[in-house]
């Protein structure tokens, strides 16, 4: 199994600032995924982050508003940028581990006023 | 398109009875299934993984069931408890990518 450690759980943010949420892994990981969960709805992915390489991101996310950090095999970050209340969701780290089984880190609540 | 369909959207029941979750996939080629519970604003924990070969995994008071056939499954919670309450998310792997399909997930409430 895999222990992910994710902070901030939560955070208050003012229109237009950043965040950037940290995952960090018990092990060695190829592959990294983060998630938005928007109320009511289930999770989407937003990109994977592949360790060396820049993250491949989802239809509808891109780079400039999701900067990702994959500096080695078991740590990651993701930045939420000049933010407006439409970001305000649940944001997960999600980490493949074996036999194909997914773990979550415990989630960052973000709202924005 | 691989999709995950869920129902009921969401459920109400009284403590200590039993209640079914059902999941509909599309996914194909079909890797493996799995039921997730989410609290709220928490992130999603395993409750069980199931594959092409098995029918039926339980854990605790929760068993899953698997139709691959009917591409199906469902989620009995037994004698629900308080702690119950949450979100349960059915997640299929396969369809060519490693990518899973989440469904949208039940949001189970027990009263007591």
């Known amino acids: 199994s895999a222990v992910i450690s994710q902070k901030p759980s939560r955070d208050i943010c003012q229109r237009g600032t950043s965040l950037t949420i940290q995952c960090q892994v018990d092990?060695?990981?190829?592959?990294m995924f983060w998630y938005r969960q928007q109320p009511g709805q289930s999770l989407t992915l937003i990109a994977t982050a592949n360790q060396g390489s820049e993250a491949t991101y989802e239809s509808g996310f891109v780079i400039d508003k999701f900067p990702i950090s994959r500096p080695n095999l078991t740590f990651s970050t993701l930045t939420v940028s000049n933010m407006s209340p439409e970001d305000s969701s649940i944001y997960l780290c999600s980490v493949l581990g074996s036999n194909e089984k997914l773990f979550f880190g415990s989630g960052t609540q973000l709202s924005v006023l | 398109k691989n999709q995950v369909e869920q129902s009921p959207q969401s459920l109400i029941i009284l403590e200590g009875k039993n209640c079914t979750l059902q999941?509909?996939?599309?996914?194909?080629?079909?890797?493996?299934l799995r039921w997730y519970k989410q609290d709220t604003g928490r992130g999603p924990v395993s409750l069980t993984i199931m594959t092409f070969s098995e029918n039926t995994k339980s854990n605790g008071r929760y068993t899953a069931t698997l139709d691959a056939d009917t591409k199906q499954s469902s989620l009995h919670i037994t004698a629900s408890q308080l702690s119950d309450s949450a979100s349960y998310i059915c997640?299929?792997?396969?369809?060519?990518?490693?990518?899973?399909?989440f469904g949208r997930g039940t949001s189970l409430i027990v009263h007591p």
């Open positions: 999941c509909n996939y599309t996914v194909s080629p079909f890797s493996n």
């Open positions: 997640v299929v792997s396969g369809g060519g990518s490693y990518i899973p399909t």
């Open positions: 092990s060695q990981v190829t592959m």
